[in-house]
Nanobody
Framework: QVQLVESGGGLVQTGGSLRLSCAASGRTRPEYPIAWFRQAPGKEREFVGINWSGDHTTYADSVKGRFTISRYSANDTVSLQMNSLKPEDTAVYYC?????????????????WGQGTQVTVSS
């Protein structure tokens, strides 16, 4: 079992920055790929990006160049640095661990989820 806890959400103005953290505990070895998803009201949960291991990351086109995922293996933490935020980035952000196969773009491929943290970008 892996437990994930997100932190760092909040309210920011358009163009601002926020840094989210995802702290893992429990069975953290071997390291699973850790992804970030987001869900806005009335919308489906949407893939944001994934850290496969080390510096190997993949991003959704909508956040490429603005968001950066980093992994800190020493303390089992994965961060999501969000810059140049837009109102359309407003959502609850979740981190998730992928312990099995399946399409990494789909929420169903992830076994473990955090509780989510709210990010609100004001215009």
């Amino acid at each position: 079992q892996v437990q994930l806890v997100e932190s760092g959400g909040g309210l920011v103005q358009t163009g601002g920055s926020l840094r989210l953290s995802c702290a893992a505990s429990g069975r953290t070895r071997p390291e699973y790929p850790i992804a970030w998803f987001r869900q806005a009201p009335g919308k489906e949960r949407e893939f944001v990006g994934i850290n496969w291991s080390g510096d190997h990351t993949t991003y959704a086109d909508s956040v490429k160049g603005r968001f950066t995922i980093s992994r800190y293996s020493a303390n089992d933490t994965v961060s999501l640095q969000m810059n140049s935020l837009k109102p359309e980035d407003t959502a609850v952000y979740y981190c998730a661990a992928k312990s099995a196969g399946g399409n990494y773009l789909r929420p169903g491929a992830y076994t473990y989820w955090g509780q989510g943290t709210q990010v609100t970008v004001s215009s």
